[in-house]
């Protein structure tokens, strides 16, 4: 079984509409981040958490919001989706191992806003 | 402003022969590298990393030089085969300012030829 999974896989929603996007993790790993990857623009991080009490903005936060339900799930919702979010979305995970925080990452959420 | 740039999204090598990805940052903060390999349809795994404390880490085939001076990172695979094809992001952390947090660049997908 995947370490870190995602629901949907696919999802084709219309403008407006709220979505949320869902991230499990059987790793046992404090630390969790949403990413969304556009073509030609990398992994762009959206929010992270380091544990339940603590969320924090990334870099392209705005018309996202987070929710850390327990240290094994973090939810990602679009409250009003519109086509510029259109993306491929990722969940991670990392613990700190030999000093270092590699990053596991689930298998992506492919969204499409029309 | 992208503090991690990969500046070829694209590289084509021929089965056998030396592939060689390129990756350049400008945070002078940065203290620690990864690369990571993405397959279609799945998310993107790590494939090898170096501390800014050396400047080469070699792991089989795939090896990562990190020149600090003029801040540049490549990621050296030999030989390279058709399972190689992938995209490859590099991703800078600082980790002592930063809580472990991933900047990734844009990607370069390499195909290997047969």
């Known amino acids: 079984d995947a370490d870190v999974t995602q629901t949907p896989r696919n999802r084709i929603t219309k403008t407006g509409k709220r979505i949320m996007l869902e991230c499990s993790q059987t790793?046992?790993?404090?630390?969790m981040y949403w990413y969304r990857q556009d073509p030609g623009l990398g992994l762009r991080l959206i929010y992270y958490s380091f544990d339940v009490k603590d969320i924090n903005k990334g870099e392209i936060s705005d018309g996202y919001s987070v929710s850390r339900q327990a240290q094994a799930k973090f939810s990602l919702s679009l409250e009003s989706a519109i086509p510029n979010q259109t993306a491929l979305y990722f969940c991670?995970?990392?613990?700190?191992?030999?000093?270092?925080?590699?990053?596991?990452f689930g298998p992506g959420t492919r969204l499409t806003v029309t | 402003d992208q503090q991690v740039k990969q500046n070829s999204p694209s590289l084509s090598v021929q089965e056998g022969r030396i592939s060689i990805l390129n990756c350049d940052y400008t945070n002078s903060m940065f203290d620690y590298f990864l690369w990571y390999k993405k397959y279609p349809a799945e998310g993107p795994t790590f494939l090898i990393s170096i501390s800014s404390i050396k400047d080469k880490n070699e792991d089989g085939r795939f090896t990562v030089f990190l020149n600090k001076s003029a801040k540049h990172l490549s990621l050296h695979i030999v030989p390279s085969q058709p399972g190689d094809s992938a995209v490859y992001f590099c991703?800078?952390?600082?980790?002592?300012?930063?809580?472990?947090?991933?900047?990734f660049g844009q990607g370069t997908e390499l195909s290997v030829k047969p």
């Open positions: 790793k046992g790993h404090d630390r």
């Open positions: 991670a995970t990392s613990d700190f191992t030999g000093g270092v925080y590699e990053q596991y």
């Open positions: 991703a800078a952390s600082a980790l002592y300012n930063q809580g472990g947090k991933l900047i």
